[in-house]
């Protein structure tokens, strides 16, 4: 039998509902590669970072590899299929294969304090913020005369009790 991709304006169709079936489903088995998939992930800002969630149901976290280099953080891995012995797929719909997920993040995170954590299918990645890079300063302008003048320092020296003197 020769499978031939159905688009339904074929003149021969089916004569059976069984031969329709039957080609229904190895279309459906046949027509899906093996390639790759992408996973869906969920992505926010919150007040100290930010945190990424990746839904990679089925894969183990031995299948996972996450990486930061210049800005860019990259999750990727493999779901792999397993066929078992004995069973003549009908329908397969689950997604298999590599996958590769690309983040670029601003300046502020902190590539030190990444963590991860897979659960119940549900990979966490949280990236906290530099808190020295988000912290607000005051920068004091100088002008006129006193940007002409030089800066006076104070020098201090400790008596024996640790007072100024």
Do not use: W
Request: one cysteine or more; hydrophobic letters at 30%; proline letters at 4%.
């Amino acid at each position: 039998m020769v499978l031939r991709k159905y688009n339904g304006m074929q003149d021969d169709m089916p004569q059976t509902f069984s031969s329709m079936l039957d080609r229904f489903f190895n279309e459906s088995v046949n027509s899906r590669g093996f390639a790759g998939f992408t996973p869906h992930v969920d992505a926010c800002e919150t007040e100290n970072g930010y945190e990424i969630e990746v839904a990679l149901p089925g894969i183990h976290k031995e299948d996972i590899a996450i990486d930061f280099q210049e800005g860019k953080l990259t999750i990727s891995g493999e779901r792999r299929f397993e066929k078992q012995e004995g069973r003549r797929y009908q329908m397969l719909e689950t997604q298999y294969g590599t996958f590769s997920r690309s983040f670029y993040l601003p300046d502020n995170v902190d590539p030190d304090k990444i963590s991860a954590q897979l659960q119940d299918g549900l990979l966490l990645v949280n990236v906290p913020k530099d808190e020295h890079k988000t912290m607000k300063r005051q920068i004091t302008i100088a002008g006129g005369e006193e940007a002409k003048q030089p800066v006076k320092q104070k020098r201090v020296v400790a008596s024996e009790n640790g007072k100024e003197k």
